[in-house]
């Protein structure tokens, strides 16, 4: 194997660009580190549309959230009845009964939108929220679901990037100082924050909302700052000589720019995550103030905080581990703690976002791989369900306050406006001023769409 | 060849043809022996060119061939995610060389172990192998990738890869800054220095140097470098954690 040069084209227009890529040169660092401007001015990093938002913020719950617990309530007429379905196992047909549902919904707004027990915070805000009852999508297993979720593919033979790493990809950064796309939380599949082909530079940048966001900013132990800084000035003086006789080189100016780079995180990331200048009456909002709530209320106000600093796409993956915490077969009530944990930082999120001004250009997104099936495995716990779930979205320019499609009478499958995964990826996209088929990159010589399969954007959840 | 796996129509024009076919006839010639064709190539005149030269001549070459498609000087090659790993331990005289045998598993990825289900595969527990035994791989569910071969581009085995892309990042600044690889390695070689060189930091500074960067200081580094040093041994440890953050110590010229 050896490395690719970085070459220094003239990145005439988008279509070269994209070739090149294509070709597997990594002309981008490059450009990503020298050459903004420049893109900027050629019109590389130009939307397709107007833009409705300028970042994303993508709640992932890990695990498969049961949608008839939570957003898609259904009477219990058909609990304890049998129905005809298929084993998810072994794909046997199989006879199951409806699982009883002990959950009160409450009609919450002007909407009147109807929101479990464990969302009352959510409910509070449920004005704001385009609730999609008719997701689908074609894997039953976690991992792939999660990556369809993520990357709109539901092949796993092609690395494919995630849709956080496209948006960053295609709008570029709009503040040097920090990454465009970043990852907070465990996500249940490395994919969810992969570059794909784009390659580690349009990955997500996983940050911490604890301590240091990113790895490597701490100086290690044993190292003081003073040190430190004695040491990169010398670093500069004893580099002055190589670079001087390289400076013809790009990869070489661009490897001092790395330098520099890395200095302003140093002081601009550590920033991002300090909380001294929020007033406690916002920290409360987060639930920051209380133990349950602290983790994710910490994680979702440095989403808010990012998106104030021009982060692109914020992912925030919450129960992360093994096939995910919401993976809830044994008893529906184990999704109660999740729900407690996220419902006010979620919620206050939402609230501070609108109090600031910011609701309107921040798209909020709440998804999870799949839903659950209306019956159980002899549990009081409910399988995997590809065919029918709910996601929600609010802000950047989505009509707040509606419901929009629905699954079957016990909440099997998606049969009014049923949307694939790819239509919420469009949706995201038109948001941020970008056409999925103008999308297209050429990867060994074939072109490769963002979205595999897709009817277009959900335009009844648009304002 | 810029598209080393398409040579068909979707595929670069190779810019020497003649030469390509020369090579391939030359590999058959040989009875397909790798060893001899790397020979071939190492030893030509083209290969032995420099980097860089009269700063004239170079700014010229540059307007008329700015991408070196007709190899008029040899390409700045930055260093591979295994071989910087590699450079680092061995400056720090720490690099087990043995061949073959099992993977070793980055410490980043033990930690993320114990939080997590799956045990993959039989490890080696001497983590300062040469790199291209550092375990990696994809796995749907667990980030097998460990962060050193991540930031500095190494593939995941996922899909084939005929080039690896070769960027330059900020987090591969971060990664040299702030890692305990280099922050460990470095002390380590600045111990090393101190020993062999008995005290004489003038002759510890030409030792970093060479085994740093295989050259000895210029006399304006040399007397900057003893000016950080400014007298105490103490500092060498520091010193080295320069010489691996130069740039010219992850670039081959």
């Known amino acids: 194997m050896t490395t690719a040069p970085i070459l220094h084209e003239n990145l005439a227009t988008r279509r070269s660009f994209f070739r090149h890529f294509g070709l597997g040169i990594g002309s981008s660092a490059f450009a990503y580190l020298c050459n903004q401007d420049n893109l900027r001015a050629s019109g590389q990093l130009t939307t397709h549309m107007p833009a409705r938002a300028k970042s994303v913020i993508f709640f992932f719950m890990c695990g498969g959230v049961s949608h008839m617990d939570t957003f898609d309530p259904k009477d219990n007429r058909w609990a304890g009845k049998m129905v005809d379905t298929t084993n998810s196992n072994n794909g046997r047909p199989q006879s199951r009964p409806v699982l009883y549902c002990p959950r009160t919904f409450t009609r919450y707004g002007n909407s009147g939108t109807p929101v479990c027990e464990w969302f009352p915070h959510i409910g509070s805000v449920v004005d704001e929220l385009a609730v999609i009852r008719s997701m689908r999508t074609h894997h039953i297993g976690h991992f792939q679901a999660a990556i369809q979720m993520a990357t709109g593919h539901k092949r796993q033979v092609f690395d494919y990037p995630s849709l956080g790493s496209w948006i960053s990809h295609s709008l570029g950064s709009v503040n040097e100082n920090l990454p465009t796309f970043v990852n907070m939380g465990r996500p249940s599949s490395p994919l969810q924050a992969s570059g794909g082909f784009f390659g580690a530079k349009e990955a997500a940048t996983p940050f911490q909302a604890n301590g240091m966001p990113l790895r490597n900013l701490q100086l290690p132990s044993g190292v003081s700052d003073l040190q430190r800084r004695r040491q990169m000035d010398s670093l500069a003086k004893l580099n002055e000589q190589f670079h001087q006789e390289f400076a013809f080189e790009s990869e070489i100016t661009a490897r001092a720019k790395s330098y ?73 009530a184990d999704h109660a703690p999740l729900a407690l944990q996220t419902d006010k930082p979620i919620a206050g999120l939402i609230k501070d976002l609108k109090q600031r001004g910011l609701l309107d250009t921040t798209l909020v997104v709440w998804a999870s791989e799949f839903g659950r099936t209306p019956w159980s495995q002899n549990t009081i716990g409910r399988d995997h369900n590809p065919y029918g779930f709910s996601v929600w979205l609010a802000g950047g320019g989505i009509k707040g306050g509606i419901v929009h499609g629905a699954t079957d009478d016990i909440g099997h499958k998606a049969i009014d406006s049923p949307h694939y995964v790819g239509d919420l990826q469009a949706t995201i996209l038109k948001q941020m001023g970008l056409d999925y088929e103008q999308m297209e990159v050429e990867i060994n010589g074939a072109p490769h769409q963002v979205i595999e399969e897709c009817d277009g954007p959900i335009e009844a959840i648009l304002g | 060849m810029t598209t080393p796996s398409d040579f068909g129509v979707n595929g670069a024009m190779t810019s020497h043809p003649e030469l390509l076919d020369w090579l391939a006839s030359e590999l058959i010639e040989q009875g397909y022996s790798m060893k001899a064709i790397h020979r071939l190539i190492v030893t030509s005149a083209t290969y032995r060119r420099a980097s860089s030269g009269n700063p004239q001549l170079v700014a010229a070459n540059s307007v008329i061939d700015p991408e070196n498609t007709l190899l008029w000087k040899f390409r700045l090659n930055r260093l591979e995610a295994e071989i910087i790993h590699d450079a680092v331990l061995f400056a720090a005289g720490n690099l087990d060389l043995t061949i073959g045998g099992k993977s070793f598993r980055a410490a980043q990825i033990m930690v993320r172990r114990n939080n997590s289900a799956p045990t993959i595969g039989n490890y080696d527990n001497r983590t300062n192998r040469r790199g291209i035994y550092m375990g990696r791989g994809f796995s749907g569910s667990l980030e097998m990738m460990p962060e050193l071969l991540q930031v500095f581009n190494a593939e995941d085995g996922q899909t084939t890869c005929a080039v690896r892309q070769c960027t330059i990042t900020a987090p591969q600044a971060l990664y040299m800054l702030n890692n305990d690889l280099t922050e460990k390695a470095a002390a380590r070689m600045g111990e090393r220095l101190h020993k062999l060189s008995a005290g004489d930091l003038q002759q510890a500074v030409n030792l970093g140097y060479r085994i740093a960067l295989s050259r000895f200081p210029s006399s304006k580094e040399r007397e900057h470098a003893l000016s950080f040093l400014a007298a105490k041994p103490a500092r060498l440890g520091e010193f080295c954690w320069l010489l691996i953050n130069l740039t010219e110590f992850i670039f081959v010229k």
Do not use: K
Request: proline fraction near 3%.
């Open chain 1, 260 to 332: 520099e780079l890395a200095a302003r995180l140093q002081m601009s990331a550590p920033e991002a995550v300090n909380f001294n200048d929020e007033s406690q009456h916002v920290l409360n909002m987060y639930g920051i103030d209380e133990e349950v709530t602290n983790p994710f209320g910490r994680q979702t106000l440095l989403a808010r905080r990012l998106v104030e600093r021009g982060v692109r796409f914020i992912q925030i993956c919450h129960g992360g581990r093994g096939n995910g915490d919401w993976d809830s077969h044994d008893s529906v």
